[in-house]
Structures are given as C-alpha cells and as structure tokens.
C-alpha cells in the first residue's frame, strides 16, 4: 500500500475505529482523532525529502510522483489512479497539517463526540482524495464524499441557524456538482484510452487529447469551461456564488470553520488548475480576461463587504473571499510568478485564516460572543492573545516579512504586464483590508477595558498548541519561501506555458 492512500484512506479507518469505541469514554475519542491526524501528518511530510523539484510536465503520468494505478470498475474503464506533483503536494500538507491541528481545537465540543470526530476524520479523507485522484471519476467521488460530513458537521455541532447554513452549503454544492458531473460525461465519450480504445476517466487522456474534448468547436468548450467553472466558483466562492460562506462559517464550529476556508476553499482554484486549465487550455486562454476581472471583484468587493462586519467571525469569512481573489488573478496571468503566487497564496490563505479563525473560537469560548463593538482594552488582560491576534492580522494584510507579502507581490508581479487595469484596481484592495483589519484591532484590543472582562484569562497551552506552528509557518515563510516554492516551481511554469500556447480555434 502506498503512502497516498494511506494518507487518504487512514482517516476512515479511525472513522470506524471510534464508531467502535465506548460511548462514555470522549477522552479516548479525543485521542484517537488525534493520533490518526498526527500519523497522517507524519506521512506526509516524510513525502517532501523524497520529492523530486525537478519534475517537469503536467500531462502525463512521468510528471507526477508515488503513483499508484489499479483497476477499479473495469466495465467502464475506471480506475483507481492517483498521484502528487507541484500543484497537489502543497496542498496535501496543508491539508494533513491543518486537520491535525484541529482536533484539539475540537476538544469544546460536548455533545456528540463520536459522531463529530468521525464525520471530521471522513472529511479528511475526502479532502485528500481530492487532491491526489487523477481519474476524473475518482476525483468527483471524493468531492462528493466531502458534501456529506460538512453538512452534519455544521447542521449539527453549528450555532443557532445552523440547519439554514447547511442545507444552504448543500444545495450551492449541488448544483456545482451536477455541472461539474455532466461536463465529465461529456469528456468520457469524447476521450479514448489509447491502450484498450474504450473511452475513460483518465484525466491524463483528457489532458493529452485536448481537440477530442468536446470536439473542435471553441463555443462548445467554452459551455463546458463554463459547466467546471460554476462548479468550481461555488467553492472558491467567487461572487456571485459567495453568499453560502459567510452564513456557513458563521454557524459552524470554530475548527470546522478552519478547515472550510483553510482547505475547502482552495479546492475551488485547485480544480480550475487540475482539470479545466490543462484539458481545455484554449477554452482558458480565451476567457483569461473573465478570471481576471473576478479575481479583481472578489478583492475589492470581499474587502468592502469585510469592512462593514460586526461579527468578528464573519469579517474573516469576507476577508476570504477577497484573498481568494489574489489567487484568480495571479493563476489568470499564466506567467511563471502568476501561477506560482496564486498557488502560494492558496497555501498562504491557509495558514492564515486557519489561525484567525483558531483565534475568533478562542474569544468566543470566553465571552460567548463576536461583537467586534463589544470588547475593547483586551490588550490590558489578554497581552499573549493580542500578539498572535496581531501577527494573524499583519499577515492577512500583507506585512511584508510575512508569508502572505511574498504570495501578493508574486501575483502582482506576474499578472501586471498582462492585466495592468485589474491590478492596479486589485491594489487598492490591500488598503482597504489594512483599514478593516487596523480598525478591528484598534476597536477590540485599545482604549479601556470592558468591565465585563477585566478577568477574563488569556489565551491557554492547549489553544497555544494549535496557533504556534502556524505562527511560525507564517513567519518562516515570509523570510524564506523557498521550500514551499521550490515544490511548485516547474509543474506550475509548465502548465502556465501549457496554456500560453494553445491555439484558440
């Protein structure tokens, strides 16, 4: 068994585990979810030292790395195929690094302990499954699969209007899902596996057989460009598929908050550069301009609406989306330091919403509320809180010195000499998330301190534990990058050239 599908399918396996173990007994519950996330986290980044940088390619099965390729529904040529290379590995320790982390900012929960770690332990497997399948039918599988948990996970342990949030993520995913199911059909039958001459999910094939896809008339693959698109979008979200994630993150908990925007956003981006950017590259290239000018609404129009927030938990939902936004612009570029950006600001995002949201349950487990007006002077009694809170924010606004400057810059740097309006449009978004953000901070931490919680108790080890690491991500990466970058490099150049070059018919 190799070490993708350990990763992949080791979560369900302590899924079934804790469906075994006592009713009573949530400590061990705890632990289990713990020790299955850790050792899936240790998998993972013993992949980086084996990972060859130097890998060039994105379409065939020479580019990508611990592949693993077995027959799984021979009847209609399905197969269990999957794979990582420059654009998936980020992505898969993002993934195993967060979900670890998360279990104990879990430990608050009370009430159905079983359930809630098993549904998050299923979550992971689909979250992984997604970023490493190469079969198309394996990959919608996995995307599905993660539908599920997520809505028992916020339809159950969310807040007060958490059923209206959930059926509301469920049925936004749906229809993407359905989009997304029947462009796949359409690129089965029009795909041959040059071995057995049937036709087949293989999303190599797709990639390699692009004027067999959807046929050779352009207006045809822009309808399905469109189809993955909106599937797609929904996700990210780009507006105006965008109005699920604040009610969503609102009412969900605070480590499934963090796994939403830290993971289940970049799934969007993600499925954009696996599937629709290489198997319909002229379809791409042709509607660059339309990915840019959403990348520019999502960051102006995500600051704007951020900055009108009360709810603490809702201005980072917003920010979210406006940080997103970097990501569409830079992978619309398809110049080296754009498509690199975008996928470092995937990464990037990650990490650092994770901890803003880490942060806004830490609050809210002491004061029961998220009323930015309603605090005031926690500086005076929360000193070690304030000094994450403030490095989270700083990079989420872009302080250079921290990771989140390097991926901004890339994008601007790459998508200025192809889109000069929308970036110059889209830099003015940095100073209105430094205005929220600034503001934000000055309302909840300065001036005196709210009487209600002047013994109030800081920020604890447990609630440490889970910030740390990112922290010192976020700093790490700000000063050398490298590591990171180096990863992504040559797949993503690749693929940016891939599309560069189609010919638009």
Known sequence: MGKLTLITFLPVVGAVVIAFLPRNNDKLVRWTALVVTGIVLVIAISLYPQFNTDMIGINDRNSFQFVEQHSWIPFFNIQYFVGIDGLSFPMVLLTALLCFLCIPASWGISKGIKGYHAMFLLLETGMMGTFVALDF???????????????????????????????????????????????????????????????????????????????????????????????????????????????????????????????????GTYGLLRISYPILPDATKYLAWFLAMMGMINIIYGAFCAMAQKDLKKLVAYSSISHMGFVMLGMAAFTDAGMTGAVFQMFNHGTITAMLFLLVGVIYDRAHHRDINGFGGLANVMPRYLGIFALAFFASLGLPGLSGFISEVMVFIGAFPVFRTFTIISVFGIVITAAYLLWTLQRMFFGATNPKYENITDINGRELFT????????????????????LMNKSLSFLGDLVQSATVL
Do not use: C
Request: hydrophobic share 60%; charged share 5%.
């Open 137 to 267: 039918f394996l990959f919608y599988v996995f995307w599905e699969i993660m539908l599920l948990p997520m809505y028992f996970l916020i339809g159950i342990w969310g807040g007060p209007r958490r059923i209206y949030a959930a059926i509301k993520f469920f049925i936004y995913t749906l229809i993407g899902s359905v989009l997304m199911l029947i462009v796949m059909l359409v690129f089965y039958f029009n795909v041959q596996d040059p071995v057995t001459g049937g036709h087949t999910f293989n999303m190599l094939h797709m990639m390699n057989q692009n004027n067999h896809v959807g046929n050779v008339l352009l207006n045809y693959r822009v309808l399905l460009w469109f189809g993955l698109y909106i599937g797609f979008a929904i996700k990210v979200p780009v507006f105006p598929f965008h109005t699920w994630l604040p009610d969503a993150h609102v009412e969900a908990p605070t480590a499934v908050s963090v796994i939403l925007a830290g993971v289940l956003l970049k799934m």
């Open 467 to 486: 910030l740390v690491p990112l922290a010192v991500i976020v700093l790490f990466l700000g000063v050398y990058p490298h590591p990171v970058l180096n």
